[in-house]
């Protein structure tokens, strides 16, 4: 496995996803532990809809690096027997980094 450089890309670029959405996070978000954070908001009637501390986005970074883990630990388990499946493990890690990516942003930008 760690001569194939897809999985390798794979991870690779998940893993800076990951890195990047928690500078985002530190650097964008509010420093301040006990105050709100918009997670939500609704355009149309300009309310907030979800809100929460910052504790709250560094509790969802810490479940997609779990994420992150268990999926790495389980594509290297299974690469020997099947290569698809830990490709398919892959490519879901990656889109699901590249999303939290994406949602650290916009929280940020609300804030």
Known sequence: MAKDRLI?????????????????????LPQDPGGPLII?????????????????FFGVLGIALTMYLINFFLAWQIYHRDRFFSYIIGVGTLVVSLLFLI???????LN
């Not at 390798?8 to 964008?28: D, K, M, N, P, Q």
């Open 8 to 28: 390798i890309f794979f991870f690779l670029t998940s893993f800076i996803f990951i890195a990047i959405a928690s500078l985002v996070g530190y650097i964008g």
């Open 40 to 56: 939500k908001l609704n355009r149309l009637s300009d309310e907030i809809d979800l809100a929460g501390g910052v504790g709250t």
């Open 103 to 109: 949602v650290a942003g916009v929280i940020a930008t």
